[in-house]
């Protein structure tokens, strides 16, 4: 297992978010909520409108399914979101891991927080 320095206590979390390196421990089909960095948005031509989503927080990453009618209702969240939340069934199927969304959060406005001044003075 990997080791991972401790987050300050004033960090900025995501509230009720399951971090990435403890997707093994819900049961399958499991209600979660994740979140994470939008690292790649995936739409392809084959997929009938399905978009594939890979979510990045400092533990890991996760997978997210995003099924086409989802899509157009959280549609600004997925395409210009940095930052998302989403809360979906888990899904492991043949050793992988997907979030099936249910809903979905624009959570940028977190990172803008973490360049206030006050967080960047040492001590």
């Known amino acids: 297992m990997t080791e991972f320095a401790p987050i300050p206590?004033?960090?900025?979390?995501?509230?009720?978010?399951l971090p990435n390196i403890r997707l093994d421990?819900?049961?399958?089909?499991a209600r979660i909520r994740v979140a994470g960095?939008?690292?790649v948005r995936q739409?392809?031509?084959?997929?009938?409108?399905?978009i594939f989503l890979t979510l990045e927080d400092e533990t890991g990453v996760v997978n997210v399914i995003v099924w086409k009618k989802l899509y157009e209702r959280f549609r600004r969240a997925v395409?210009?979101?940095r930052c998302l939340a989403v809360?979906?069934?888990?899904q492991r199927e043949g050793g992988?891991?997907?979030?099936?969304?249910?809903?979905i959060e624009d959570i940028?406005?977190?990172?803008d927080d973490l360049l206030r001044p006050e967080r960047l003075l040492p001590g």
């Open 43 to 50: 739409r392809p031509g084959t997929a009938r409108g399905v």
């Open 37 to 39: 960095l939008v690292l």
């Open 96 to 103: 992988i891991t997907h979030v099936i969304a249910e809903e």
């Open 25 to 29: 421990e819900p049961p399958n089909g």
């Open 108 to 111: 940028s406005w977190m990172l």
């Open 87 to 90: 809360t979906g069934r888990l």
């Open 79 to 81: 395409i210009s979101g």
């Open 9 to 17: 206590d004033d960090w900025p979390r995501p509230p009720s978010c």
